[in-house]
């Protein structure tokens, strides 16, 4: 891991609490002076009475000196000023200095938390993803920037997590059907008794583990290349009709509907959206097979597609277990199963995370409902083709309704 030291090794540096103290140094100095300025011309402007005596008036002095008026009024200006400047200058360097050094002390209190957020920052692995600012002091700015920094760092942390327990589980899924080759193998070569038809069922094995493997490998490119498209332009902008994808889908698992005998009903209206067509024909294609996959012998699947003026829906809804409301969001999760993660069984659980991907690529919205009995409804909401396609959005899960409100599909 490569690691960026914001530090200097330079001993001088301009650093907003030196600036600050220097700002405030030269405001206070600067203001000092004008007052020195100022009080200078008010004493050389006000201190001249003798102006307004006739030439040739003297005056008697308290030492007995006696001079005349304007030479005497001349000497108390010239003292006057004199004094004015030398400790008008004095106490200007006085009170400078003060100010100066009570602004490097209250600079340093005030920016003390964004010492905080750098001594923070420093600290943060990707091991040790759990410090936090957690300030407490007046709410100002500089508590809105450490409330933002822990939110952000609180993401990050979710993020690191989230793709740790991807990585964890994309090894396992892979895992899994490596073993599997590698132990009917191993256990086919090792027995001397082994015939052709041993052979044979070997070979049927790690056939059917390298295609899991191999639908694994292409599901994650899948959602990789879907999620690098979210939020911009996609790669291609085609006309089509969200209907099309569902029949082509119910045609592609007819053997397996026919196998478990379940009970197909469609209401496949025209439902036109802008996007790119292999990308809407796997949404489709997941959630048709995902309703075959986890759905019981002799179950039900309804799917129905529509549109209004602004946005086109797919609704594709099928009886089987039950699904507590608490687990809906996971399910849109990689490697998620109905609610169980990781069992090895009906797919590789990248089904409804494909899905998510592809609505948000296409500036949609997905959403999940629990149904009464047993069985899931999800709903995917699109932009419709007659208006123009949102270029990025957000895929938000909603676990109790849909997004676009379409009518509801029939129930049990």
Known sequence: ???????????????????????????????????????????DGALKPADQLQHGTTVVLQDGREVDAHTWQQELVDSAEW??????????????????AGAYVVAGRSLRPLQRVTTTARRLSVESMDARISYDGADDEVAELAKTFDAMLDRIAAAFE??????????????????????????????????????????TVVRDASMRANALVESLLLLARTEAQAGRRLGR???????TGVTMALSAMGREIQRIKLDVSTELAPASVVGDPALLERLAGNLIE????????????????????????????????????????????????????????????????????????????????????????VTVSLPAAAVTPVLSGTAAVVTG???????????R
């Open 83 to 100: 004094e004015l400047l030398t400790r008008g200058s004095l106490a200007l360097l006085l009170i400078g200095a003060v100010g100066v």
């Open 290 to 377: 995902n309703a075959v996959r986890y759905n019981h012998l002799g179950g039900r699947i309804w799917a129905r597609t529509g549109t209004d003026e602004t946005l086109a829906w797919l609704v594709v809804a099928n009886t089987g277990f039950e699904v507590e409301p608490a687990d809906l969001p996971a399910l849109f999760e990689p490697f998620r199963r109905g609610g169980r993660e990781r069992t090895g069984a009906r797919g590789t659980g990248l089904g409804l995370s494909i899905v998510r991907a592809i609505c948000e690529a296409h500036g949609g919205g997905v959403s999940a409902v629990a149904l009464d009995g047993g069985g899931l409804e």
């Open 1 to 43: 891991m490569t690691i960026y030291d914001a530090r200097r090794t330079a001993i001088f540096r301009p650093t907003l609490r030196l600036r600050l103290t220097l700002l405030n140094g030269i405001l206070l100095v600067g203001a000092g002076l004008v007052l020195v300025v100022l009080a200078y011309i008010l004493v």
């Open 162 to 203: 989230t793709q740790k327990r991807f990585v964890a589980n994309a090894s396992h899924e892979l895992r899994t059907p490596l073993a599997v080759m590698r132990t009917e193998v191993d256990v086919t070569i090792d027995d001397p008794d082994a015939d052709v038809a041993e052979f044979r069922r070997m070979a």
């Open 401 to 411: 309704g849909t997004p676009t409100q379409p009518a509801p599909a029939p129930r």
């Open 237 to 243: 902008k085609v006309d089509t009709d969200l209907a």
